[in-house]
């Protein structure tokens, strides 16, 4: 594991975690050994992919370049075991999906390169109800879930967007908050989120390089900076 290069690392909900690169391995911390329990036999495993796992322990594995979505579902006990084969696959086309999101009633939405939002009701579907409205300007960097149906969204584009994924609609837009791509937010409860964020550029001039901002989403106010 020293050589390995870590592209993404994600928790399990079985206590174990995922790394994905070229390949995606899950890896159990209680294990004194570095090898991974399981590399999960992905096609194509020339090309980088991100590893996404879902509440069940459903991992959703995205390649670059969008040649394709993986599914592989949990055995019976919940957990992945060594030897298994992809239980579905989605051709994308050139549509890369950079970032998963789920919510309780089990619809998933995912960020794409296109700064588009996809919604799926289940993932053995071919073409999802996408939101066209006020899509990101370049790929989208991070998803979070939010009270009654809502979505965060951050972008390349340094903007955050609330959308409506009932409505399929961008409700409203954050601006101004970053001078560089946004990969760093939390929830904090109902209707407020918190982002830390560095700025690459000013990091090596050691000026103001980095900052805390609090929103209230609902009210649409900037609370804290």
Not at 156 to 181: A, G, Q, R
Request: charged share 25%; aromatic share 12%.
């Amino acid at each position: 594991m020293e050589e390995e290069i870590i592209l993404f690392l994600k928790p399990i909900n079985d206590g174990r975690f995922i790394i994905s690169n070229e390949f995606c391995s899950i890896y159990n911390p209680k294990n004194k050994i570095k090898i991974p329990e399981v590399i999960l036999p992905t096609i194509n495993e020339d090309v980088s992919k991100l590893a996404f796992p879902m509440a069940d322990n459903t991992i959703i594995i995205s390649h670059f370049g969008g040649q394709y979505l993986e599914i592989f579902y949990p055995d019976i006990q919940g957990i992945h075991v060594p030897h298994i084969k992809p239980d579905y696959i989605i051709e994308r086309n050139g549509i890369f999906v950079s970032f998963v999101e789920e919510f309780p009633n089990k619809i998933y939405c995912m960020g794409t390169n296109k700064g588009t939002i996809e919604i799926w009701s289940t993932l053995e579907k071919q073409i999802p109800d996408i939101i066209l409205d006020n899509p990101h300007k370049g790929h989208i960097t991070l998803l979070i879930a939010l009270k009654d149906n809502y979505l965060a969204s951050g972008g390349i584009d340094s903007n955050v967007k609330i959308w409506d994924i009932e409505n399929k609609i961008c409700k409203f837009v954050l601006k101004d908050i970053f001078t560089t791509d946004v990969s760093h937010i939390i929830c904090i409860d109902d209707f407020r989120l918190l982002a830390f964020y560095i700025d690459e550029e000013m990091y090596y001039h050691n000026d103001n390089n980095y900052g805390i901002i609090l929103w209230d989403y609902q009210k649409k106010l900037k609370v804290l900076r």
